[in-house]
C-alpha cells in the first residue's frame, strides 16, 4: 500500500539553530499535511498544503508542497525547546478522494538540547 | 476551536475482557470518525472510517469483529476492542472531522493508551 516515508528519522539540535525535514512518496498526494504530536497526545495539525508548488508559513515553521507532488517539507526556524516532539508528515491518496483519509508518515523525532 | 474529548486516557485490562473507548467532539458536529492505532515509535495506522450513522468501514486486515466502531449521533463515536489479548496493547486515537471546517476540520482526540496484562 502507500507509504510516506520522512528523513531524517530522528534528530538532536541546539536551540536556535534551524530545521528541515522532508517526507516523499512513491505516489502523487492531493493534500499534505504536517502534525506535531507529543508524548502521551494526540497530533496536532501544523499547516495544511493544497496545491503542488504552495510555500505556507506558520509562525517559525514553513512548509512546501512539491511540484511533483510526491513530496513535502517542513521547516523550523530558531528552534526552542518546546519544539521536540515527534513530527508527522500525512498525504491524502487521490484514489481515495471523497473518504476523507489520510496516509501518516514515519515520523521524525526531534529534540531540542538547550 | 475543535475540541475531542477522548477517554479514558489510560486503561490496564485482563486479557479475555473487553474495553470502551469513546470519542465526543465538544463543539461542532463530527460527520466522519477515523480510528487510529499507534505502536511506540512508529507512525499512526488508520483502522476505520465511520460516518454517522452508518456501518464503519475497515482498513484491510482489521477485524471489524474485534474492533467494534460505533458512531451513533455527530458528538459521539466508540470504539470497543473484544476479548482483548496482550498484543492489541497500543495507543489507540480518535479524528473528527467536521463537514464545515475543510482541512482544518480533522482533531485529534488525546488518545487512550490500553494495556492489556
Known amino acids: 500500500g502507500q507509504q510516506l516515508n520522512q528523513s531524517p528519522q530522528s534528530m538532536f539540535i541546539q536551540e536556535g539553530e534551524d530545521v528541515s525535514m522532508n517526507c516523499t512518496s512513491s505516489?502523487?498526494?492531493?493534500?499534505w499535511l504536517w502534525y506535531k504530536q507529543d508524548p502521551g497526545e494526540g497530533p496536532v495539525l501544523l499547516i495544511a498544503?493544497?496545491?503542488?508548488?504552495e510555500l505556507t508559513s506558520n509562525g517559525r515553521l514553513t512548509a512546501q508542497f512539491g511540484i511533483t507532488r510526491k513530496d513535502s517539507f517542513l521547516n523550523i526556524s530558531a528552534s526552542i525547546p518546546s519544539d521536540v516532539g515527534i513530527y508527522f508528515c500525512?498525504?491524502?491518496?487521490?484514489?481515495?478522494?471523497?473518504?476523507?483519509?489520510?496516509?501518516f508518515g514515519t515520523g521524525t523525532r526531534l529534540k531540542v538540547l538547550a | 476551536g475543535a475540541v475531542v474529548s477522548q477517554h479514558p486516557s489510560r486503561v490496564i485490562c485482563k486479557s479475555g475482557t473487553s474495553v470502551k473507548i469513546e470519542c465526543r467532539s465538544l463543539?461542532?458536529?463530527?460527520?466522519?470518525m477515523f480510528w487510529y492505532r499507534q505502536f511506540p515509535k512508529q507512525s499512526l495506522m488508520l483502522m476505520a472510517t465511520?460516518?454517522?450513522?452508518?456501518?464503519?468501514?475497515?482498513e484491510q486486515g482489521v477485524e471489524k469483529d474485534k474492533f467494534l466502531i460505533n458512531h451513533a449521533s455527530l458528538t459521539l463515536s466508540t470504539l470497543t476492542v473484544t476479548s482483548a489479548h496482550p498484543e492489541d496493547s497500543s495507543f489507540y486515537i480518535c479524528?473528527?472531522?467536521?463537514?464545515?471546517?475543510?482541512?482544518?476540520?480533522?482533531?485529534f482526540g488525546s488518545g487512550t493508551r490500553l494495556t492489556v496484562v
Open positions: 479524528s473528527a472531522r467536521s463537514r464545515d471546517r475543510g482541512f482544518y476540520g480533522y482533531t
Open positions: 505516489s502523487i498526494f492531493n493534500t
Open positions: 498544503l493544497y496545491k503542488a508548488g
Open positions: 500525512a498525504g491524502q491518496d487521490p484514489t481515495t478522494s471523497g473518504t476523507y483519509k489520510y496516509i
Open positions: 463543539d461542532f458536529q463530527a460527520t466522519t
Open positions: 465511520s460516518n454517522e450513522g452508518s456501518k464503519a468501514t475497515y
